[in-house]
Nanobody
Framework: QVQLVESGGGLVQPGGSLRLSCSAS????????IGWFRQAPGKEREGVSY????????YYADSAKGRFTISRDMFKHTVYLEMNTLKPEDTAVYYC??????????????????WGQGTQVTVSS
């Protein structure tokens, strides 16, 4: 049974940092692309960062470049999203998602088959 569980969200002041974790079970991370998405109230879900199957190629949305870092630990079956220099506009529910995908291309949001329950990130003073 595939399961994704996010953790690490919380309340942080502008300029602060958080590390989100996505604990994966029921599948082999080597063959799955993992994405971090976020959804703010009244807005569509958007992709933030992805890490590919195989070699672990990384992608960052413009809003995340230079501030967020995605990584994975195969032994712990966990994917991380390190978020630095957080801004109020980063406030959202953050989700991780997984799809069985070739590393040469990036899947669309609708291609992701498995989703976690989300973790709230609030950036506010």
């Amino acid at each position: 049974q595939v399961q994704l569980v996010e953790s690490g969200g919380g309340l942080v002041q502008p300029g602060g940092s958080l590390r989100l974790s996505c604990s994966a079970s029921g599948f082999d991370l080597r063959y799955y692309t993992i994405g971090w998405f976020r959804q703010a109230p009244g807005k569509e879900r958007e992709g933030v960062s992805y890490i590919s199957s195989g070699s672990g190629r990384k992608y960052y949305a413009d809003s995340a470049k230079g501030r967020f870092t995605i990584s994975r630990d195969m032994f712990k079956h966990t994917v991380y999203l390190e978020m630095n220099t957080l801004k109020p506009e980063d406030t959202a529910v953050y989700y991780c998602a997984a799809t069985y995908w070739d590393e040469a291309t990036w899947p669309e949001t609708y291609d992701y088959d498995y989703w976690g329950q989300g973790t709230q990130v609030t950036v506010s003073s």
